[in-house]
């Protein structure tokens, strides 16, 4: 699997956007892209992946550059639910197994 | 739905002590499931995995194993705990693309 950069944190005020980004140089073309978040205490949460088009859900929009080397997970109207540690993983769907870096801990303030 | 569980939340067990972790999963079939450890302050390690029953497979070399005698069934053990085994635990399964966590069980070896 493909080794992915992220920030190691990151603050936002509470509605506004959190936009994280994460950097996946070495991605293979049939590599999915994960993202994931912990809140403190928790067990990690599915947000969204993608392969190459722009995704979007009820949680998070998923930006992808057209060379596919770097991603960004758009939180549109942070609340302080959100505060947690963002994991971004690149790997191939359905057979991948999801292996976590340290992640950017998000922090949404008042 | 798809649920998974995972037992005990919390856990202390004394040095030298048997360690058994149970998961499992309802409503799907042939899941890949998974074990993670996430020490204090630290990032989460993958420490097995298994895509079918009786199929383990170890990233991790330590005094902890896993079986899978059920297809939903997944068991986290050890015969001799020591203090380092302290951690936050997790049990996980994937069909697809996205993988979904249990709850976690806190594990501390006094």
Known sequence: DAKTTQPTSMDCAEGRAANLPCNHSTISGNEYVYWYRQIHS???????????????????SLIITEDRKSSTLILPHATLRDTAVYYCIAGLGGSYIPTFGRGTSLIVHP | SQTIHQWPATLVQPVGSPLSLECTVEGTSNPNLYWYRQAAGRGLQLLFYSV???????????????????????ILSSKKLLLS??????????????????????????
């Open chain 1, 42 to 60: 928790q067990g990690p949460q599915y947000i969204i992946h993608g392969l190459k088009n722009n995704e979007t859900n009820e949680m998070a």
């Open chain 2, 52 to 74: 079918g029953i009786g199929q383990i497979s170890s990233e991790v070399p330590q005094n902890l194993s896993a079986s899978r005698p059920q297809d939903r069934q997944f």
């Open chain 2, 85 to 110: 085994d302290s951690g936050f635990y997790l049990c996980a399964w994937s069909v697809s693309s996205e993988a979904f966590f249990g709850q976690g069980t806190r594990l501390t070896v006094v």
